[in-house]
């Protein structure tokens, strides 16, 4: 049977303001549960950068855990800290949103720090946040010193498309693991960690972390994200390093 | 006289209502999980196939999340497929559907994100997964709400099987797990090495073109 235009039209229109109210609907009702999912996954990924944080199953705890253990704070690009934005509101950390920040020229930037607190409230580890370009899409990461600054305790990796079961492996721990230990700088120059080509490497130096097979490109972007955000903090690193031998002397 | 009238009035309400589970019905979901299987037969949505197939647990919820959005489709298209105009019914499916997708998309992000990380862009893209909108233009246009659900639990768990299967293989020899349980070293084997090529698409379709195989040997389909 055909139809008339004016039906077809009015048709499309009205079948669109169901499916796009739908569709709004959704959204606005989800929003709050996924704004809190995300929450909890940034905390989750700055905790599981320094400790093991699979025994914890229930999010309350963690937020708990995270609220009692992490100090925050954001320096610039000097390693300055900044507290108040133009306005003067203040900046909190975990509210810096680095995907957002990565747009913006690095001296614009904001570059959030977390201090990992230990029982008498010294710092244990500094985890830093950084964002940048994989295989498919961005990637993004928190990488934790220990207190000498030089140390990896840690790292926790994401992504938004890397292929499952290849470049995706660079959220898993097992590969997560491997960073466990190098050192970012050789005397005092900052040389980064870097992942080589290929699995399974032997007589790796403490700047080299073994591969994924498979997916060497997302190794890459692993590499330059580490690279350019150890950068954008040393001379934070360098302030705090300075800070210590002063306080030592 | 009267009676009469009654009993014909009797014999035609009983007639047009058929059993829930009849024969015919049942044949609609039989049919897709093997003799007109979408994925192995029909030779649709390979490229999730492919794609999804590396570990079990994101293509568990890759199954239930396609056959969800099948059998909503067709239960949606089949409810107003009387009142869809014929030139622009196809953009009225993929307007359905892509709703659908969307629907699921943002309830993974809000209630399994972990999940919502792991597929990724690969939900959004049931949209382009040709099994859905074939049953659609194919079924759901022509036939009633209830053998529509039928169709789409039918092609739904038709195609989750397949990449089940296909799920379970890749994982158990690309990675050495088994919804990342370590099988090999829970029955004694250390250092079970793991096949590169399964982890790769290539392995899906190497999986996949085995259970072809098997499968058409066994129903002797041959394709003309």
Known sequence: MQRSNTYILLFSMVLTIILGGLLSMASVMLKPAQEKQIELDTKKKILGAVMDISSIKKPEELLALYDQKVKSEVVDINGDLVTADEKGNPIVAEKVNIQKNYRFAPEDRLFPVYKFTGESGTVEAYIFPMFGAGLWDWISGYIALEDDLNTIKGVAFDHKSETPGLGARITTSEVQQRFVGKKIYEGNELVSVAMVKGEGNQGLTEHQVDGMSGATLTGKGVNSMLQTYLGYYEPYLQQKKSGETVALN | ?224
Not at chain 2, 39 to 49: D, E, F, K, N, P
Not at chain 2, 74 to 102: D, E, K, W
Request: aromatic residues 10%.
């Open chain 2, 1 to 224: 006289m009267s009676t009469e009238v009654a009993e014909t009035e009797v014999k035609q309400e009983k007639k047009p209502s058929e059993a829930l589970l009849s024969k015919r019905r049942k044949k609609i979901i039989s049919d897709p999980l093997n003799d007109d299987n979408p994925v192995t037969v029909q030779v649709l949505g390979i490229c999730s196939a492919l794609a999804i197939t590396i570990k079990m647990e994101p293509t568990l919820t890759m199954s239930i999340a396609v056959t969800a959005v099948i059998v909503f489709s067709n239960l949606i298209i089949s409810s107003i497929r009387n009142l869809i105009p014929g030139r622009v019914r196809i953009i009225v499916q993929l307007a359905v559907i892509a709703t659908l997708v969307t629907l699921v998309s943002e309830v993974l992000k809000a209630y399994y994100f972990d999940m919502y990380k792991v597929l990724g862009a690969f939900v959004g893209l049931i949209i382009t997964n040709c099994i859905v909108m074939g049953r659609l233009e194919a079924y759901a246009m022509a036939n009633k709400p209830y053998d529509s659900i039928l169709d789409g639990l039918g092609s739904g768990f038709g195609y989750s099987w397949i990449i089940l299967v296909v799920a379970f293989f890749r994982e158990l020899f690309g990675s050495g797990s088994i919804f990342d349980f370590k099988v090999f070293e829970a029955v004694g084997i250390q250092n079970f090495p793991t096949n590169g090529l399964m982890v790769d698409s290539i392995g899906a379709f190497m999986v996949l073109g085995i259970l072809i195989w098997v499968q058409r040997t066994k129903t002797g389909y041959v394709e003309h």
